[in-house]
């Protein structure tokens, strides 16, 4: 794994680096395929072979692009390296959706998997960091999700005083947040 890493590395030297980072199931490969230009459509889960009551979101195949970013619906992460993909109106920009926090691949992967995110930032010409975190997490275990996602980033930068100093360089962004008021008022 980490030697993989360093092939890919070179892919992001100098680069501008969007870098999505979250928990497997945040919707982080999705985000991404969106935002490079495919097209997407809800899908009831049953449709596709899945468990779940909720529609999930896949690439429409009758869209301008097909999916870059493979999406998992299965509850496993599908990421196993991190992922790239150059932007379309400008080269010089890669994004980046990199295996999720807490990975079901085993100690040994996750420690090679965070040790390659750290050495990507490193090698990046700058980089913009977009966490991204399930709404439902968020009411859940009274935040620890927050908290163990702000420690993440924390080790990303280094140190603290690296994320302050670069904090308009992350993003959060919140998904599969219900439209409906009500299910607001009453998290």
Known sequence: CASLG????????????????????????????????????LKNPRELGLPGMYNVAIVDE??????????????????????????????????????????????E???????????FLQHAGSVKVIVLA?????????????NAMEGMVKQMFGRETNLRKYKNAVLLGITKASLSTDSFLSA
């Open 6 to 41: 360093a092939q890919s590395r070179a892919q992001v030297a100098g680069k501008e680096v969007v870098a999505v980072v979250g928990n497997t199931g945040s919707g982080k490969s999705t985000f991404l395929n969106y935002l490079l230009g495919c097209k997407m459509q």
């Open 62 to 107: 009758s869209g301008p692009r097909r999916e870059i970013m493979k999406i998992g619906h299965e509850g496993n992460s599908r990421a196993f390296m991190p992922q790239l993909a150059t932007d379309l109106n400008d080269d010089a920009i890669i994004y980046c959706d990199f295996p999720s926090f807490s990975d079901n691949w085993g100690a």
């Open 109 to 119: 992967i996750n420690i090679a998997n965070a040790l390659n995110i750290k050495r």
């Open 134 to 146: 399930e709404f439902g997490e968020l009411l859940t275990n009274h935040g620890q999700t927050l």
